[in-house]
């Protein structure tokens, strides 16, 4: 009798089995070569046939190299920190895989020469918002205004309210942010109400600009007043102003919510937003205004640091440019309650106990705090909540009132399908 270890197949007669053959391409030759490895040795060990070893390998091969999981975003927050803020356009999805090779980022193929680093994503951004002299980006906001101190406040004085001294995120100020820089902050006002007055009073020699920040993640309510933007710019000074949310223009469903082009029309010297918020891009920092300040600021060393990718560039352009993005679809979303009734007789078909019900979505991340917007959900018994999440694809939404409930508005009408099917096979 042979020695049934002779039967286990050969780790290349594995490797060129289709199925595993086209594994490679996508997760790598060393990651499916261990699987093989691993296979070969159960058969060795007498755990599996040695006929089993392709099924075994196959059965153990993840769907992605990569450890971040798609999720369907049915929690009514448009802008959802935790799962990646602004889910990115087909267009920018697109452009992000054109320039995952070789590309023309920063060369010029009429003439063979270096070129000015995302040139077409600037020309974008400075179309969209006129008013703008000059654009620069960066990574993400909070390095934006890092770039503002570094260059146009070093060992000088920052000039901002008291109850404009931000808490971002997991825990991190921006005070503490621009101090970090060799600034000094110059606080004035009070928490619930700062006027020009208060400004005036502060700005010295020393002072290197007069920041105002957008407060995108709290209001302060009853009882308070703050200077704009209008009344900051006739104080002599540079005036920065943190947006936030990304808005570029006014918009009809958030009229209370600052913009950069009305920023920029009521004298702010520069103007700071996020990519990944509002604008619905990939995380960035957007920088406008004044065109000799902005070469300063893209002429620091920091700004080396702080600079953005081939792959940020190329979502940035089309976001901009191409049709409207997720988030922005989201705020004007109608047929939400159609949808919803649709969705729940569906499941109640299929035996789920779901039902169509008003909902209350928020923009969220950073954006139009207080901003309610009218919505339309499908409830399902609370268990649903964690069967969901651990399914595939996974559903994010949210309980209220010991009932799971899945936020239409953030979900688009051409994941409806995969939503249904994934909430039949969790009943």
């Known amino acids: 009798m042979g020695d049934p270890r002779r039967a286990i197949p050969r780790t290349d007669a594995v490797l060129g089995e289709p199925r595993i053959a086209k594994a490679v391409e996508t997760l790598g030759r060393d990651l499916v070569k261990s699987l093989v490895a691993a296979a070969q040795q159960r058969a060795r060990a007498g755990e599996i046939e040695p006929g089993e070893v392709v099924a075994e ?3 153990r091969l993840p769907a992605r190299v990569s450890s971040l999981r798609p999720v369907l975003n049915a929690t009514g927050v448009l802008v959802h920190t935790n799962l990646g803020r602004a889910p990115l356009s087909a267009a920018a999805l697109d452009a992000i895989v054109a320039a995952g090779g070789a590309t023309d980022v920063e060369f010029a193929l009429e003439t063979g020469e270096r070129a000015q680093r995302g040139r077409g994503a600037l020309a974008a951004l400075a179309e ?3 008013r703008a002299e000059a654009v620069h980006v960066v990574n993400n906001n909070a390095a934006a205004l890092l770039l503002c101190a570094l260059t146009l406040a070093p060992g000088k004085e920052i000039v901002v309210s008291r109850g404009e001294l931000v808490e971002i995120g997991d825990g991190f100020r921006i005070p503490d942010l621009l101090v970090s820089t060799g600034a000094r902050l110059r606080e004035v006002g009070t928490t619930n109400r700062t006027s020009a007055a208060d400004y005036a009073a502060a700005i010295g020699p020393d002072t290197g600009f007069v920041l105002k920040i957008h407060p995108s993640n709290y209001r302060v309510t009853g009882f308070a007043s703050e200077a704009s933007v209008a009344e900051l710019a006739g104080l002599g000074v540079p005036v920065v102003a943190d947006v936030g949310s990304g808005l570029l223009a006014p918009h009809p469903v958030l009229p209370d919510e600052p913009d950069v ?6 004298g702010a010297k520069l103007v700071t937003a996020s990519g990944d918020k509002l604008l619905g891009g990939p995380q960035a920092g957007l920088l406008f205004g004044d065109a000799g300040l902005v070469h300063r600021l893209r002429r620091h060393p920091a700004a080396r640091a702080l600079r953005v990718d081939k792959l940020t560039l190329a ?3 089309a976001t901009v440019r191409g049709p409207e993005p997720p988030v922005r679809a989201a705020l004007l979303a109608e047929g939400l309650h159609e949808r919803a009734e649709a969705l729940a007789q569906s499941l109640q078909s299929a035996g789920v106990a779901a039902e ?3 909902s209350t979505a928020v923009v969220g991340g950073g954006g139009a705090p207080g901003v309610e917007l009218p919505s339309a959900a499908v409830a399902l018994p609370a268990r649903y ?7 595939e694809p996974a559903v994010v939404g949210r309980i209220v009132r010991d009932r799971c409930l899945l936020d239409l508005r953030t979900v688009s009408p051409a994941d409806d399908a995969a939503l249904r099917e994934a909430v039949r096979r969790c009943g």
Do not use: F, I, Q, Y
């Not at 082009?261 to 009521?266: G, I």
């Not at 909540?385 to 399914?391: I, N």
């Open 385 to 391: 909540a964690e069967a969901l999440r651990l399914g």
């Open 57 to 59: 390998v196959v059965a």
């Open 128 to 130: 969209a918002v006129p």
């Open 356 to 358: 169509a019900v008003d």
């Open 261 to 266: 082009a009305t920023a920029l029309a009521d």
């Open 315 to 317: 979502a940035l352009e």
